[in-house]
T-cell receptor, first 118, second 110 residues
Framework: DARVTQTPRHKVTEMGQEVTMRCQPILGHNTVFWYRQTMMQGLELLAYFRNRAPLDDSGMPKDRFSAEMPDATLATLKIQPSEPRDSAVYFC????????????????FGDGTRLSIL | DAKTTQPPSMDCAEGRAANLPCNHSTISGNEYVYWYRQIHSQGPQYIIHGLKNNETNEMASLIITEDRKSSTLILPHATLRDTAVYYCIVRVKTGNQFYFGTGTSLTVIP
């Protein structure tokens, strides 16, 4: 089965360091989502892209977070500088959305990057 | 966005059917109901989705009421590996965003 691949699976770093998380979406999917999961907030949508263009990043702290899709096979989420409150599991998901935003195809998730900021 | 309401937790005996309810009384006519589950330390896993008709696949069945205000996910023969948090989600009309609520924590008991 095709899968969304996320790297690294685990990351521990000190406050102030830059963190880069990577995601390889399922081949043929045109939409990529970034989520964050914490015990307090549950699963939150941070940003999403369609055909590599950012469509919505309203859930993402703009001052330190950035999301990009350098090409169709790679999505990145960067935090600079990182803070302890950024500790969470970050999930990437991909899906196929038809022209005009219609369609009912499900999203498929990777197994996440577990980030700990000390 | 249609809000979903699920019980926070449920138990089910191994081998029995697990019936997980979800209320979505404000659902719009063209919004689908999706079910995902999340096993500890893994990403959410897609289970099934539907619009108005009942659906069945190799994992589960989805029963949607005629007025579409509620649905039930049925795992016909629950196993210990079905222990997970189950999320009922109504997809927004555009953009394909999914908004996850708090879900139902299902524990399958031996």
């Amino acid at each position: 089965d095709a899968r969304v691949t996320q790297t690294p699976r685990h990351k521990v770093t000190e406050m102030g360091q830059e963190v880069t998380m990577r995601c390889q979406p399922i081949l043929g999917h045109n939409t990529v989502f970034w989520y964050r999961q914490t015990m307090m907030q549950g699963l939150e949508l941070l940003a999403y892209f369609r055909n590599r263009a950012p469509l919505d990043d309203s859930g993402m702290p703009k001052d330190r977070f950035s999301a990009e899709m350098p090409d169709a096979t790679l999505a990145t989420l960067k935090i600079q500088p990182s803070e302890p409150r950024d500790s969470a599991v970050y999930f990437c998901a991909s899906g196929l959305v038809l022209q005009g935003g219609r369609g009912n195809q499900p999203q498929h998730f990777g197994d996440g990057t577990r980030l700990s900021i000390l | 966005d249609a809000k979903t309401t699920q019980p926070p937790s449920m138990d089910c005996a191994e081998g029995r059917a697990a019936n997980l309810p979800c209320n979505h009384s404000t659902i719009s006519g063209n919004e689908y109901v999706y079910w995902y589950r999340q096993i500890h330390s893994q990403g959410p896993q897609y289970i099934i989705h539907g619009l108005k008709n009942n659906e069945t696949n190799e994992m589960a069945s989805l029963i949607i009421t005629e007025d579409r205000k509620s649905s039930t996910l049925i795992l016909p023969h629950a196993t210990l590996r079905d222990t997970a948090v189950y999320y009922c989600i109504v997809r927004v009309k555009t953009g394909n965003q999914f908004y996850f609520g708090t879900g139902t924590s299902l524990t399958v008991i031996p």
